[in-house]
């Protein structure tokens, strides 16, 4: 891609505490906007040398959340991610292994978790992954479970060797990200990255171009578009600090302790070691103290790093490997633009042949704006149009609400993208459940720091590969991407439709647009495939250390 601008950062709604930020990697707070362009590397370490993540952090130094833009280190920002087989590559013990959540430790196409996203039903890829299946993944080698006890004395089949869908082509032990302010400094650095890499036989098996490339006519708003034209990254949750005293979470310097009304989740929802939405810390994953003195040098600079460690909170004798890291979920989605848009414009054209005589015909823009639930803009659709109070300068409005600015969809479509995504208030039965159907919305929000990956459709149309790096960050990967995945987004009976799933990333079939005086009935067909997938953990900067000095040891601790 050609070199771009540099974006002006926006001001951000919140951010780290200077104590907690510096111990954060950077990806977490921020999703360095001012860095339009970027490269993601899925890094093989299969076989590799001892000390190559000494290597590539001195060649890629990951990036803290105390980073700023506008200095001379915030011209630059990197960020690596691991999946449970390339922390077991980089010698963490077994018991440490096992300490990390079910699903890292399963990978996202273990049969059960496939099932639920949607992926893989009763032994066969469905139309939303790419033919013959995904080609990368962490190939993980979940733990062993005992089949259950038998309930009935019935036949029972076991279908789990079939539907299992083997390893990918492709496996990634960790997914090393590069921002940069222009194309070329991008690429130069990943290259000189991967010659380093090279040198301790880690393989970059897949490298992907990211971008964000703000229009000139989105520079007052500073929206990015995804390949379809639409604003992307909009509706995000806002963290507040439930730590009473901690002060981790900032706005303007000040401490943020009072929910969003809207969009406020706990800092614990996005940051594991700090209290979630049931008050609680979540499970992280631990390290054994050993009683023993260290001996060689190397095992020396793990006991360093592992002094580093926080304690674990519950238990005693146990360092905290998780806190201030995440779960990373990653999913390359590949777009079809032209027959995005074709299918857009057949559904419209098959909509104006049965509308009443006189009815001013739609268009495909109308159809793929219901279908995500904004405008190209970002707007949300709203039965009376814009509500009162919007952004000055023209960006995209948050703080509606659906069950009080659009309760039957008229606007936004009760099973649009957008509103499957997060249903904020929109599934509550009557006024007086609103409230509470917004909390529970938000425990299961998702911060997305997606990038789109290839050109432009405009740009290169016979350049084929493009999409959308989707990656977002959790602390409960099954409660918050996986509860997203199924109980909303592929949900056949979402708001009370029928036989219906979301319009934009699930499998084409019927979506209901609702009018006055009869609703729409239409077959949309959709043009996103999984490429490929996994989930990753996104250490803090002392597990950084911790897990960097297990990679030169020569045991495990």
């Given at each position: ?18 104590t907690v ?36 952090r ?91 006890a ?34 070329a ?6 290259g000189r ?11 970059a ?18 929206i990015?578009?995804?390949h ?66 260290p ?16 304690p674990h ?43 009443p ?18 405008t190209?803009d ?20 948050n ?21 499957r ?7 509550a ?9 917004l ?7 998702i ?7 290839g ?36 949900n ?66």
């Open positions: 891609m050609a070199a771009t601008a540099v974006t002006e950062a926006k001001p951000s709604a919140w951010a780290l505490a200077e930020a510096e111990q954060t990697q950077g990806f977490v707070a921020t999703s360095f906007g001012w860095l339009p362009e970027g490269r993601a590397l899925l890094l093989d370490a299969t076989g590799a040398r001892q000390g190559w993540l000494d290597a590539l001195e060649a890629a130094p990951i990036t803290d959340a105390a980073l700023r833009p506008g200095t001379q280190r915030g011209r630059r920002a990197a960020a690596i991610a691991f999946t449970h087989g390339g922390l077991r590559g980089l010698g963490l013990a077994r018991e440490t292994l096992a300490s990390f959540s079910p699903p890292f430790q399963e990978g996202m196409f273990q049969i059960d978790r496939s099932r639920r996203l949607g992926d893989r039903v009763f032994g066969a890829w469905q139309p939303t992954v790419q033919k013959g299946g995904p080609d990368w993944s962490g190939n993980a080698h979940p733990p062993e479970q005992a089949m259950p038998r309930a009935y004395n019935v036949d029972y089949e076991d279908d789990s060797a079939d539907a299992g869908p083997g390893p990918t082509a492709l496996t990634a032990h960790a997914l090393l990200l590069l921002y940069a302010e222009t194309d400094d991008a690429a130069e650095w990943s990255v991967e010659a380093v890499l090279d040198g301790f036989g880690v393989r098996v897949r490298v992907l171009d990211l971008g964000m490339n703000v229009e000139e006519r989105d520079r007052a708003t500073g990015s578009r995804e379809f034209g639409f604003a992307d990254g909009l509706s995000q949750p806002l963290p507040y600090d439930a730590d009473p005293g901690s002060g981790a979470v900032v706005r303007g310097g000040v401490a943020v302790t009072e929910a969003d009304p809207v969009h406020g989740v706990p800092l614990g929802e996005i940051l594991l070691g700090f209290r979630n939405t049931y008050r609680e810390l979540p499970p992280v994953p631990s390290v054994v103290r050993p009683a023993s003195p001996g060689t040098p190397a095992r020396s600079r793990v006991a360093e790093a592992l002094g580093r460690l926080p909170p519950e238990a005693e004798g146990f360092a905290d490997l998780g806190k201030y890291g995440s779960y990373l979920v990653v999913r390359q989605l590949y777009q079809d633009v032209p027959k995005f848009w074709a299918s857009m414009k057949a559904a419209a054209a098959r909509l104006n042949t049965s509308m005589q006189g009815t001013p015909p739609v268009t495909g823009d109308w159809i793929a704006e219901r279908v995500v639930g904004r190209r970002g707007h949300v659709l709203c039965p009376m149009g814009p509500r009162p109070g919007l952004p000055p300068n023209g960006a995209p409005d703080g509606f609400l659906f069950l009080r600015d659009d309760p039957h969809g008229l606007g936004c479509p009760l099973g649009s993208h957008i509103r995504g997060h249903p904020r208030d929109g599934l039965p009557s006024a007086g459940d609103a409230e509470t159907l909390r529970a919305a938000n425990n299961h929000r911060l997305r720091r997606a990038r789109k990956y050109p432009s459709y405009d740009a290169a149309p016979d350049v084929p590969d493009r999409g959308l790096l989707f990656m977002c960050v959790n602390t409960d990967i099954a409660r918050h991407f996986e509860f997203v995945q199924q109980t909303w987004l592929l056949r009976d979402f708001a009370g439709l029928r036989d219906e799933q979301d319009p934009l990333v699930g499998p084409s079939g019927r979506f209901t647009v609702p009018a006055e005086p009869f609703r729409h009935a239409l077959e949309v067909e959709t043009f996103v495939q999984l490429v490929g997938g996994e989930y990753f953990f996104l250490p803090g900067i002392a597990a950084l250390d911790y897990i960097a000095a297990m990679g030169r040891a020569e045991d495990g601790a």
